[in-house]
């Protein structure tokens, strides 16, 4: 039997190597390639993704770097990212092939899974100190303003069902991996006015991927195998009345969570507006040109082929709407879509955060707090609540969702659906693999 005699460190740079990635430029796609290896497999939880960001100005001042909150003192430029998913935000399609170019997995809206579950299992603590080394996030607005006004470097740890599920990869038996990065677009990626003003950018340079390898002391033949992990497939839809109903085909053998998050239609691809908010639904203002107020959700309902599923009864918030507290059942079933609740350690959710605490009523500006504009909330149902690793299947049913709110009927909210499903991927002897679930 082959035994492991040691740990290879490796770095990869891209296939298409460039000075700079840019959606702007028309080249937001970075490539990576392995080659078969017969005595080594990869650790895919070592690997990291590594590079620089820039913030730069547009027009004729693309050289120059944001300079929010004036710190220069030359006249202010607001450009930042979002403060908790920061540099992860770059991140729009993460693609897994081997070298014959059959797909083994892709994340889409890689960076909007991350605003849902980061700050859900991210405490302030921990935002302040590793999360701003891994990741560039940072415990408040300010202090991301003030890093986005230099470069910065990134180590980002890589998400999806296969990377995560912590068995080595034969890369023999895979037929060699492909992984490719594509970026999102900077409307989407940049906040703030002077990005609005002269449509900033930013830029990524000096890429690379690192991890280990795992070496033998014998080839490792190429075997049929079965690898089997949760990944993450998402949908979207909009909500635009005080009760509406929406279906999708999720055509999913076994699913064990589905988390929603809202976020108000005019708001994506905006320089203007944030992004990757998890707020509650919006209603826009008399004249319908700002989201200025909350529609709070009074009920929902989870369907499935038109029965309730799982859960035998409408979830009701009246009461807590009424008398104006907190979401207590709705917001413990959106964390417990993420992970079981009786799991959580850390976590950015806080009464002051939720709205449901009041804030210190001193100078805030000497206080070390969250932002307490930005709750983390959503709609959401755990179809594994024993933790036993097994779905409920879609595949031939319909997956609905009725929704009862204060929504005013004139003002549109996107629906990120996403649904943690059990897949796996067959590989075969020959290095040819096949998605299954």
């Known amino acids: 039997m082959s035994k492991i005699i040691g740990i290879e460190k490796f770095i990869n740079f891209p296939i298409n190597r460039v000075n700079n990635y840019s959606f702007k430029n028309n080249n937001p796609l970075i490539q990576f390639r392995f080659e078969s290896q ?46 908790r998913v920061a540099v992860s935000s770059i ?6 092939r081997n070298n014959q170019a059959e797909m083994i997995e ?42 986005c006004n230099q470069d910065m470097e990134f180590s980002l740890p890589l ?5 995560m599920n912590g068995q080595l990869l034969n890369l023999s038996s895979l037929g060699g991996l492909q992984m490719s990065i ?36 014998s080839p490792q033949p190429p075997v049929a195998s079965v690898i089997q992990y949760p990944a993450f497939n998402n949908f979207s839809s909009v909500l ?35 992004g990757f908010s998890t707020g509650k639904l919006q209603n826009t203002n008399a004249g319908g040109t700002a989201y200025d107020s909350d529609a709070d959700v009074l009920e929902y309902t ?35 879509s993420v992970r079981p609740f009786y799991s959580y350690t850390n976590s950015l959710v806080s009464p002051v955060l939720q709205g449901a605490l009041a804030h210190f009523t001193g100078d805030t500006k000497k206080v070390d707090v969250a932002a307490i504009d930005k709750p983390i909330t959503g709609l959401a149902v755990n179809l594994d609540d024993m933790a036993t690793g097994q779905g409920a299947d879609y595949m031939s049913q319909v997956y609905s969702l009725r929704v009862v709110s204060e929504n005013d009927g004139k003002s549109p909210n996107n629906l990120l659906t996403f649904t943690l499903s059990n897949q796996g991927l067959a590989v075969k002897a020959q290095g040819q693999v096949q998605p299954i679930q």
């Open 38 to 83: 017969s005595t080594k497999k990869i650790d895919p939880t070592s690997l990291r993704l590594h590079g620089v960001l820039r913030l730069q100005q547009g027009g004729v001042n693309q050289d120059k770097r944001p300079n929010n909150l004036d710190t220069n003192g030359s006249g202010a430029y607001a450009s930042r990212l979002n403060d």
């Open 91 to 96: 991140i729009d399609i993460l693609r897994l």
């Open 106 to 147: 892709e994340v889409k809206q890689y960076s909007q899974v991350l605003s849902i579950i980061s700050p859900l299992q991210t405490s302030y603590d921990q935002f302040k100190t590793w999360s701003q080394n891994k990741f560039g996030s940072t415990a408040n607005i300010d202090a991301q303003k003030v890093i």
């Open 159 to 163: 998400r999806s069902g296969l990377l």
């Open 182 to 217: 594509l970026l999102n677009n900077d409307q989407q990626v940049l906040q703030g006015g002077g990005a609005a003003g002269d449509n900033g950018s930013y830029v990524v340079s000096d890429v690379f991927l690192s991890g280990d390898y795992y070496v033998f002391d």
């Open 240 to 274: 635009n009345s005080g009760d509406d109903s929406s279906s999708l085909q999720l055509a999913q053998r076994s699913v064990r969570s589905i988390t929603i998050k809202s976020i108000p239609s005019s708001h994506l691809n905006n320089y203007n507006q944030d």
């Open 302 to 336: 989870f369907l499935r082929g038109s029965v309730k599923y799982p859960k035998q009864y409408t979830t009701n918030e009246r009461q807590a709407h009424n008398s104006d507290r907190y979401e207590g059942k709705k917001n413990r079933d959106f964390m417990n």
